[in-house]
């Protein structure tokens, strides 16, 4: 043993050695370093201590000066190490910061670590943690449109009243139409969802046609009024509301609630509707389809039904529309409008001052 290294093992220092020593649980380098100094503590030298644990002298010397500085504990963990590299400083995490919120100096869009590392001389790991840190995301990107409805405060709140508190006897519909719907056919069969490997489907497809699908979602009970067309003319959407006229209770007044589509506000639809005087249209700020009530329908129909769909007709493709619409119906869910109108309004301020000072 090297001169100056005395190593005094307790009784109860020694119970818990050897039982580490005979875990099988334990981590092997908290074993070894136990078997080395229980091998000091028997007055072995460094030389048997090496041959019998396969350590170096210099790792035999550590882990007893360690035992006596420590004790035991000080054998179950490591001492810190700096780093290899040293870390980078706050300047070059701020620089990355300031160039990301700018655009890039080549032909791109957008930043990705590989060019901004580049550019400011480091690893692109490095950029992403900077990113992550700073909550950066330039490879992501959301899409927005801020109306510019000189109306949108009176047409947002007159939409949300007839979902918080819609009038008595009367029915709130919000109608639309989703339209140029495909009948899309694979061009070859896919494979099923099985262990370890997702259900597969070709990225080509056969066209079969196409229909539109008008839709008048009931608010209060969550049933949908729903016909599949050839078109979406005024002529279908004046057939569309014959179809509602029939199948809504004749006592009740029905709101409908729609956007600015040229087709809602025909002139043959306006006289329709002075000929239905129980009928009220309630029309959506421009560029606010998101309040429309309906939309979450067809989000909901394209999701399950129709995107991973298989149609080689459109006969087929409407069957299936429909069967989508009787599951609707057979377990209706009411619509709840939860959001505050006036943060959205406040929102939507936010955002015109942004963007006038942008321009």
Not at 190 to 215: E, Q, V
Not at 241 to 253: F, G, M, R, S, Y
Not at 276 to 284: N, Q
Not at 328 to 352: E, L, S, Y
Request: net charge positive.
């Amino acid at each position: 043993m090297r001169s100056g290294i005395f190593i005094t093992v307790t009784s109860s220092d020694r119970l818990r050695l050897e039982t580490l020593v005979r875990d099988r649980n334990a981590p092997q380098k908290q074993v070894w370093r136990a078997e080395i100094v229980l091998l000091s503590a028997d007055g072995f030298g460094t030389n048997e201590i090496m041959l019998r644990t396969g350590k170096s002298k210099t790792c035999v010397w550590r882990w007893q000066e360690r035992f006596m500085q420590e004790g035991f504990e000080g054998l179950l963990r490591d001492k810190t190490r700096p780093s290899r590299i040293p870390p980078l400083g706050a300047d070059v995490a701020a620089r990355v910061v300031a160039l990301t919120q700018g655009d890039p100096p080549a032909e791109a869009t957008h930043w990705t670590a590989t060019l901004m590392a580049k550019r400011v001389g480091i690893s692109a790991s490095s950029v992403q943690r900077i990113w992550r840190a700073h909550g950066l995301q330039p490879h992501r990107v959301r899409q927005f449109k801020l109306s510019n409805d000189p109306n949108f405060v009176e047409k947002l709140h007159d939409v949300v009243g007839l979902y918080v508190d819609p009038p008595a006897h009367a029915i709130v519909l919000s109608v639309d139409e989703k339209s140029q719907i495909q009948a899309l056919d694979r061009t070859q069969p896919g494979l099923p969802l099985k262990k370890g490997r997702a259900a597969t489907m070709t990225h080509d497809y056969k066209r079969n046609g196409t229909t539109t699908l008008f839709a008048a979602f009931d608010v209060l009970e969550g049933k949908v009024i729903g016909r599949c067309m050839q078109k979406h003319r005024h002529q279908e959407f004046i057939r569309f509301l014959n179809q509602i006229e029939a199948q809504v209770p004749a006592k009740k007044a029905v709101h409908v609630i729609l956007d600015n589509y040229a087709t809602h506000k025909h002139p043959k639809v306006r006289k329709w509707l002075d000929r239905h005087p129980r009928f009220t249209f309630h029309f959506t700020p421009t560029s606010s389809s998101w309040l429309n009530a309906v939309e979450g329908f067809f989000a909901k129909l394209s999701k399950r039904r129709l995107k991973r769909g298989v149609f080689r007709s459109v006969r087929e493709l409407k069957a299936a529309i429909n069967r989508f619409l009787d599951e609707t119906n057979n377990d209706p869910r009411p619509f709840t409008w939860t959001a505050d109108p006036d943060k959205i309004v406040a929102a939507v301020k936010r955002g015109h001052q942004l963007l006038d000072s942008i321009h």
